[in-house]
């Protein structure tokens, strides 16, 4: 079993930057084989991937934030975190963090709201 918390959602203006992080726990040797990213959906959307990085390191972005999201991982694994920049106002959603895929089943997080407003 994995368990996922995040942290780091909040209110702020267009432009603006939060950072946004995902522990991970539970069966960590997994872990460190599990590619891990963030997703997010807004109110009446589909829930929608935002960027991803493998336990190699390797990533892959949705168009929408490329250049503005970079996503990383901490030495051990288990850490994700996205860096979100310049924000914009269709950047609001809730944002969830997610880890497996491959030979791995999919965990999620409980989702951190993320809002982009003056």
């Known amino acids: 079993q994995v368990q996922l918390v995040e942290s780091g959602g909040g209110l702020v203006q267009p432009g603006g930057s939060l950072r946004l992080s995902c522990a991970a726990s539970g069966n960590i040797l997994n872990i460190n084989h599990m590619g891990m990213g963030w997703y997010r959906q807004a109110p009446g959307k589909q829930r929608e991937l935002v960027a991803v990085i493998t336990s190699g390191g390797p990533t892959n972005y949705a168009d929408s934030v490329k250049g503005r999201f970079p996503i990383s991982r901490d030495n051990a694994k288990t850490t994700v975190f996205l860096q979100m920049n310049r924000l914009k106002p269709e950047d609001t959603a809730v944002y969830y963090c997610?880890?497996?895929?491959?030979?791995?089943?999919?965990?999620w997080g409980q989702g951190t709201q993320v809002t982009v407003s003056s």
């Open positions: 997610n880890a497996g895929g491959g030979a791995y089943r999919h965990y």
